[in-house]
């Protein structure tokens, strides 16, 4: 299976900083990555697909990019809301694998 | 507005079967890939296995082929059912629907989660 590294695996930061998180694959995944975010005791929710697509309703200090084997997803100014677990998923091949998260708090 | 809503039993005794579904309201159900992970408590996301509209499965080598997916496309419905259950299996299970095309393959609407706990 395809292994998935995420890094941070936690961070503090304030409102208005901007946050970069990566995600690093075990091989070439082409574009095939999607990143969710989950807060506590909620289901995840789609961010971005096709690693750069930005999902529906989903604001636009939210950005993703990457492809092949090397991944960020970018918060421009974090907000509130943001303070949340970020989880990679690659969807090259099966099975679907996660990277370990990255936890936001706040600083 | 698409909902999922899963249910099954939240409790199970070593070696027993695990068993939920998921009912899908609003929207289609055909050309979508029905879906379910779970997490561990306090711990990171897992695939479990996806089953499409024709009943196509793909589920995760790690479960050991103790993974059934099945569907009911007349009730708008899937499950899994997860066999020989050990206090490993303890975790919150998600179903979702997942938008799978040739070089997509993304998960836009989730149930609310289930937190399945095994223990004698």
């Not at chain 2, 708008?76 to 070089?103: E, M, P």
């Amino acid at each position: 299976a395809i292994q998935m590294t995420q890094s941070p695996s936690s961070l503090s930061a304030s409102v208005g900083d901007r946050v970069t998180i990566t995600c690093r694959a075990s091989q070439g995944i082409r574009d095939d990555l999607g990143w969710y975010q989950q807060k506590p005791g909620r289901a995840p929710k789609l961010l971005v697909y096709a690693a750069s697509t930005l999902h529906s309703g989903v604001p636009s200090r939210f950005s993703g990019s990457g492809s092949g084997t090397y991944f960020t997803l970018t918060i421009s100014s974090l907000q509130p809301e943001d303070f949340a677990t970020y989880y990679c998923l690659q969807d090259y091949t099966y099975p679907l694998t996660f990277g370990g998260g990255t936890k936001v708090e706040i600083k | 507005q698409v909902q999922l809503q899963q249910w099954g039993a939240g409790l199970l005794k070593p070696s027993e079967t695990l068993s939920l579904t998921c009912a899908v309201h609003g929207g289609s159900f055909s050309n979508y890939c029905w879906t379910w992970f779970r997490q561990p408590p306090g711990k990171g996301l897992e695939w479990i296995g996806e089953i499409n509209h024709s009943g196509k499965i793909n589920d995760n080598p790690s479960l050991k082929s103790r993974v059934t997916i099945s569907i009911d496309t007349s009730n708008n419905q899937f499950s899994l059912k997860l066999g020989s259950v050990t206090a490993a299996d303890t975790a919150v299970y998600y179903c979702a629907r997942g938008v799978c095309g040739w070089g997509t393959h993304y998960f836009d609407y989730w149930g609310q989660g289930i937190l399945v706990t095994v223990s004698s």
